[in-house]
């Protein structure tokens, strides 16, 4: 009988000869998930011995991986700022660099009572389920808005997982705003952040990344047609001093930042990821406070 380290082994290896990311990572995450158990504790049992239905599960979804499946669909969740978030196909998976907006916003942002923010194009929910959890001193309302029926019933899901307070509204951008607010919902938001698609159409991407939706991903044929489209319309939708953090791609930074100076938002800055790519356009609307 294979052991659970020979698996692990053998498994990485074959990973590695496929050109998967972190082979061996992947393999403990797989086997760990097969078994039930952690890291810390796969290891300790290591020599314990693999039944027939564990194996044969392990080579579905290792076949899954090879062809180019995501980690995270395979296992079904992820970690976000230190919380389990589920994860599938009805989402973008969250990157890392969006944890870093989450927490750069939650540097940044104003703090205050009954604060409204908007997470706009939320998917999974990973930003504003965050935030509703990091600010739950200060009750903040919530809103997480996206095109994607599916994407809202996984958001709803993570943020009942993760006891959140959160709304959802089904809107492509602000169009549900259109004539007014819809219905319980705040028609105007202290703090929007936004991580929506801005990928130019055409660019060929890895299998994995080909797995989430597309229109999640492509944002026009620079790439940031859907970015600019909403800096347009969420002008009217912000309260006086509030506070708009997006994530876009590595080369977009600064031709955002000069989207956001025509449309006359201030107090603009550019703030970096921990790759030292400019990925992350900040702003206030018109007659905000200096952000900290």
Request: proline share 8%; net charge negative; charged share 25%.
């Amino acid at each position: 009988m294979k052991t659970a380290l020979d698996v692990l082994r053998a498994g990485a290896r074959w990973l590695e000869e496929r050109g998967a990311d972190s082979p061996r990572y992947t393999m403990q995450c797989l086997l760990c998930h097969v078994l039930g158990c952690d890291r810390t504790r796969l290891y300790l049992e290591g020599d314990r011995p693999l039944a027939e239905r564990e194996l044969a599960r392990l080579r579905e979804l290792l076949a899954r991986r090879g062809r180019g499946e995501p980690l995270q669909h395979l296992t079904g969740g992820t970690e976000f700022y230190r919380r389990p978030f589920k994860t599938d196909g009805r989402a973008l998976v969250p990157r890392p660099e969006t944890e870093e907006l989450a927490e750069l916003a939650l540097r940044l942002m104003p703090r205050r009572r009954g604060m409204r923010v908007l997470d706009m194009g939320a998917g999974s929910g990973v930003l504003g389920i965050t935030l509703a959890l990091e600010l739950t001193e200060f009750r903040p309302e919530v809103v997480l808005a996206d095109i994607s029926a599916e994407a809202l019933g996984l958001a709803l899901e993570n943020a009942a997982s993760l006891g959140a307070r959160v709304n959802t509204v089904r809107s492509d951008l602000f169009s549900a705003w259109a004539g007014g607010s819809p219905l319980s919902l705040p028609d105007m938001f202290d703090v929007v952040l936004a991580n929506l698609p801005y990928i130019p159409e055409g660019e060929e991407l890895p299998p994995e990344v080909r797995c989430d939706p597309a229109a999640a991903l492509y944002g026009g044929p620079l790439g940031t047609e859907i970015v600019g489209r909403f800096l347009r319309e969420a002008l009217p939708r912000l309260a006086p001093g509030a506070f708009v953090a997006l994530e876009v791609g590595h080369d977009q930074g600064p031709r955002v930042l000069e989207t956001m100076a025509a449309l006359g938002y201030e107090r603009l800055r550019l703030e970096k990821d921990l790759g030292g790519v400019p990925r992350f356009p900040l702003a206030c609307a018109p007659s905000a406070p200096s952000m900290r």
